[in-house]
């Protein structure tokens, strides 16, 4: 009897949706639910999504920022010494194209001739276009520098190699070459510049960067350029001063006012992903090779006063950090810098070592992307090493850092004469917190020529020495290498292994046009420094 009921049961649900089938559309729809997100709205978390997750603790403090040396871990030094973990180099790649999804919807939005109209409600359709375009050439071109040849995306061409987010067609893209991604970058962010119409909006709303003014989009656009054609010097001069001087003609940034900065919030959902790895955890802190340099003991260069803004006295512990509760020391000795690939860092207490300034560890820094005093020494290379442009990049990034008028202008006059040493050393300062941008100017110039490398002897500052335990305590260490065989940074990241099921046969391709194979000792086209 009660199967009976069961079964007549279930004949009666189905009649009454068969009967009803033609108004369950309307049933399931919820009318508080936009049935088109606004395109400011996919712009604002696509942009935060990118700079949340590629400055994060993993993919760039125990990566980038840890292998240019702005920062060193406080507890283990695999990372330093090159044992990176698997996780980065794969949230670095997938999260990039998902991502990359979201500024592609953007464009598609406003180019479908049935959501024009719904899309401009948020801005220029030309200027959403244009400002996704340059998103994805500043992703593309972080990721092809990490990796070499990846599956690649261009609104503007229809090179057959180009088949990334066409998920509808291939879900398994051809590894596009570097040197084509390259090309294309600077096509797509030439393109883009002179697409965009200043006199409207980019976005109304949404933009986290540039608060939709389109005059800044479009000296982005163009500073990124000088960026991109700057790293083709060595194997491409022509087309990198061709693309560079269209640039400066364009417009490229003037001043700091027209930095490129993603902005946080002060609660801690929405805050900087610097002050969201801080908490309730202590695992980074300036390394000894910046602080000496910054300290005048390392370069050619005397006391920088940028110390006092990029970092904390050793006295001062890393709650007073974040609370921003304590004075500023003008004394150099206050400040010593984490042993960088030490081994035995956990026997150091955070009292023998200098965390970094409240100005960057706060819930609402603003992560740049990019500033005018890189665009300054850019041009300074560009110009043979000129010495105005040079100077004009240390006064940009002091301006900027806060520093004081009196001592910006004893510093930019004491600076010793522009060459290609001191114009990048100064450059790699500038570049504190930026570090893939760092990073990749290491790998194509030998600079900053003060980095710890494997095989270098390290002497402990005496009070560090003295804060180990009495009877265990080490003078000097030795930079080991965490990898057989490298005696420099990496030059890439391995791609990540689960390629190897998800598009095997393109990553094996792409893999054996690497030098050395699928491995950090691979140089990638523009390396041949």
């Keep these: 009897m009660k199967n009976k009921f069961i079964i007549l049961l279930m004949l009666v649900i189905s009649a009454g949706f068969s009967s009803c089938d033609d108004g369950l559309e309307e049933v399931n729809l919820n009318p508080n639910d936009p049935e088109l997100v606004p395109t400011a709205n996919i712009f604002a978390s696509a942009t935060k999504s990118y700079i949340d997750f590629s400055r994060n603790a993993f993919n760039s403090g125990r990566l980038t920022q840890n292998w240019v040396e702005y920062w060193g871990q406080t507890a283990y030094a695999d990372e330093d010494r090159y044992l990176y973990r698997e996780s980065s180099a794969e949230s670095i790649y997938q999260n990039t194209y998902l991502v990359a999804t979201d500024f592609k919807s953007i464009i598609d939005l406003n180019t479908d001739e049935a959501t024009m109209a719904d899309a401009a409600a948020s801005g220029d359709n030309d200027n959403q276009i244009a400002a996704s375009r340059i998103m994805l050439s500043y992703m593309f071109y972080e990721l092809t520098n990490f990796f070499g040849d990846v599956p690649y995306y261009s609104y503007g061409s229809d090179n057959e190699n180009f088949q990334a987010l066409a998920v509808d067609e291939d879900l398994n893209p051809v590894f596009a070459p570097q040197e084509e991604i390259y090309a294309d970058i600077l096509n797509e962010l030439r393109e883009s510049a002179d697409m965009i119409n200043v006199n409207a909006a980019v976005f109304t709303s949404g933009d986290n960067i540039f608060g939709g003014d389109a005059a800044k989009w479009k000296k982005f656009a163009n500073s990124l350029i000088l960026r991109v054609a700057n790293n083709l010097r060595d194997v491409d001069p022509t087309t990198a001063t061709s693309a560079i001087n269209a640039a400066i003609q364009s417009g490229v940034m003037t001043s700091n006012a027209d930095n490129a900065v993603q902005s946080y919030e002060t ?263």
């Design 267 to 529: 609660v801690d959902l929405n805050a900087s992903p610097w002050w969201r790895a801080f908490i309730g955890r202590t695992d980074f802190a300036v390394t000894a090779p910046f602080i000496n340099l910054l300290k005048g003991e390392t370069g050619n260069f005397g006391l920088d006063p940028r110390l006092f803004e990029m970092a904390a006295p050793i006295s001062v512990g890393i709650e007073d950090v974040k609370d921003d509760n304590y004075t500023t020391s003008d004394d150099p000795a206050d400040y010593v810098g984490a042993p960088y690939a030490f081994r035995n860092m956990n026997a150091l207490p955070s009292t023998s070592y200098s965390f970094m300034s409240s100005k960057v560890l706060r819930p609402d820094y603003g992560e740049v992307l990019m500033e005018y005093s890189e665009v300054a020494f850019i041009l300074s290379e560009e110009n043979g090493f000129d010495q105005a442009n040079y100077e004009e990049g240390v006064r940009a990034s002091m301006e900027k850092w806060g520093v004081a008028d009196a001592d910006i202008t004893a510093f930019v006059s004491t600076l010793p004469a522009a060459s290609e040493e001191n114009v990048l050393n100064q450059k790699y300062v500038a570049l504190y917190m930026q570090p893939n941008t760092a990073y990749a100017m290491y790998r194509r110039t030998g600079y900053p020529n003060v980095l710890l490398v494997p095989g270098d002897t390290v002497d402990l500052p005496q009070n560090q020495v003295d804060a180990q335990a009495e009877g265990n305590r080490i003078e000097s260490y030795t930079f080991e290498s965490g990898v057989n065989g490298v005696t420099d940074l990496p030059f890439r990241l391995r791609y990540p292994q689960i390629l190897q099921t998800l598009n095997g046969e393109n990553r094996a391709a792409a893999a054996a046009d690497l030098g050395n194979g699928d491995t950090i000792l691979s140089k990638l086209f523009w390396d041949v420094n």
